[in-house]
């Protein structure tokens, strides 16, 4: 099945919840950057809450881009998605792997360290929208919830979820961000809380065959509205030999010549894909003269 976000309402328009289902997405990062079960988990789990925060915004145009930076040994984890959802990421150290962490689990937050994240909103507007929160456990889905509450003052729940199969392709992947909307008083606060809480974790509903649409409705209960939105989502990544071009001429006239000299091509590997271009110094020298 292929990737997908579903956007939801509860029936009093209180709560609103995006869910998304990432299996492919994330099995092609594992892929393209050849990660660890641990890095898997790592980079997955930032991918899929970058496509949950790319859809939630209001253009297809708009971009949103989540940093990491940790002390840990995975090192800067980076996911960018679009405002449809589709993400692309990368990771400095991809081939770290660490112990189970004491809950038996892939140990995220052991990679990822104690440091910040950053959040990039490209809304169209002349200067991006940036905000900044120091990680509370590095688990990323508690990082996301905080910097929700304190950057964007919008209170919620994130939560995100990597499971790394026994020949360590990824079996299940996914989130939601479930927020509550203006107007939600301490009954549906206290209602949301209780519901949450008995709520499985987002890996073992995803595995056990519930969909976008069932795990909404899981975490809405007996508040559950309707899906206003579906979506496909996947991996995608932008780069292209124009882009690879336009980067070359930004490194301006001395820089190129400086290369030209060491060799006539230019190897550029893409951060994001398996892409590695091959571009004619001289070419973009032509390219900067006209
Ligand atoms: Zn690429």
Redesign the pocket.
């Known amino acids: 099945m292929n990737d997908r976000i579903i956007h939801a309402l509860s029936g009093d328009g209180m709560v609103r919840i995006t869910v998304a289902d990432m299996k492919n997405a994330v099995e092609q990062a594992r892929r393209y950057h050849g990660l660890t079960p641990t890095t898997t988990a790592v980079l997955g789990r930032l991918l899929v809450a970058a496509s949950i925060m790319g859809a939630d915004l209001k253009d297809d145009q708009f971009s949103v881009t989540l940093r990491l930076s940790g002390d840990g040994p995975c090192g800067a984890v980076i996911a960018v998605s679009d405002g449809e959802g589709y993400c692309?990421g990368c990771i400095q150290r991809g081939d770290v792997e660490l112990p189970l962490n004491a809950k038996g689990k892939l140990d995220v937050g052991g990679a990822v360290g104690a440091g910040t994240l950053t959040v990039i909103k490209d809304l169209g507007m002349k200067e991006p929208y940036i905000g900044m929160v120091d990680l509370v456990s590095g688990e990323i889905a508690e990082d996301i919830t905080q910097y929700l509450y304190h950057s964007e003052q919008q209170p919620g729940v994130c939560a995100l979820g990597v499971l790394v199969d026994r020949d360590r392709t990824v079996r299940a992947a996914g989130g939601f961000i479930l927020s509550l909307l203006p107007g939600a008083d301490e009954e549906v606060v206290a209602r949301v809380e209780k519901d949450i809480a008995a709520l499985p974790p987002v890996t073992q509903m995803l595995d056990s065959g519930m969909s976008a649409e069932d795990i909404a409705a899981a975490a809405l209960k007996g508040s559950f509205g309707s899906v206003v939105k579906v979506r496909e989502t996947g991996y995608r990544?932008?780069?292209s030999e124009t882009r690879v071009r336009e980067m070359l001429i930004s490194l301006g006239r001395s820089e190129l010549e400086q290369l030209a000299a060491e060799g006539k091509e230019a190897e550029v590997a893409?951060?994001?894909?398996?892409?590695v271009y091959h571009v004619s110094i001289d070419d973009v020298l032509a390219m900067i003269q006209e």
């Open positions: 692309r990544c932008r780069c893409c951060h994001f894909c398996d892409k």
